[in-house]
């Protein structure tokens, strides 16, 4: 006789839905980094643009283009905003999700406790089976043997 754990099925759906939710907290979290990357990469775009628009006022300048320049700086804060809105809205839903896993993780590990617990008091049961057993016999041994 095996054991078997009586809440197997739903041991491997909490599994199931922890591993899941696992993976969407690295979705999370990897959209956050993109995001990162993308600010990093405005605000890089944002210094070299002051940085050389400092260089060329120097002599000669060109009205349209320091216009030209203003605008696409607006525009690079404009998206910047945008992204750090976004942002802020992944850290939410990374912390909600997180939050889940949480729970989901906390109900795995209350599924394998149950189960141990059954395993031990299982194994425990078959010891006392298979003592019963071994003292039945003993005592027919002896038993034949006294009577011979």
């Known amino acids: 006789?095996?054991?078997?754990?009586?809440?197997?099925?739903?041991?491997?759906?909490?599994?199931?839905?922890?591993?899941?939710?696992?993976?969407?907290?690295?979705?999370?979290?990897?959209?956050?980094?993109r995001v990162d990357e993308r600010?990093?990469?405005?605000?890089?775009?944002?210094?070299?643009?002051?940085?050389?628009?400092?260089?060329n006022r120097i002599g000669n300048v060109s009205v349209d283009g320091l216009l030209a320049r203003g605008r696409y700086d607006l525009q690079l804060q404009a998206e910047l905003n945008s992204l750090e809105v976004t942002r802020k809205e992944l850290v939410q839903e990374l912390d909600r999700r997180q939050q889940v896993l949480v729970e989901a993780e906390a109900e795995v590990k209350k599924f394998e406790r149950l189960e141990e617990k059954e395993r031990t008091a299982f194994q425990v049961e078959q010891f006392r089976r298979e003592?019963?057993?071994?003292?039945?016999?003993s005592g027919r041994r002896y038993t034949i043997a006294r009577q011979r």
Not at 39 to 55: D, K, V
């Open 1 to 33: 006789m095996s054991f078997e754990f009586r809440f197997a099925t739903l041991l491997q759906l909490c599994r199931r839905r922890r591993d899941q939710v696992g993976g969407e907290v690295g979705q999370a979290i990897e959209a956050i980094s």
């Open 39 to 55: 600010m990093e990469l405005l605000r890089n775009q944002r210094e070299s643009l002051r940085t050389g628009s400092n260089e």
């Open 131 to 137: 003592q019963a057993e071994a003292d039945d016999a």
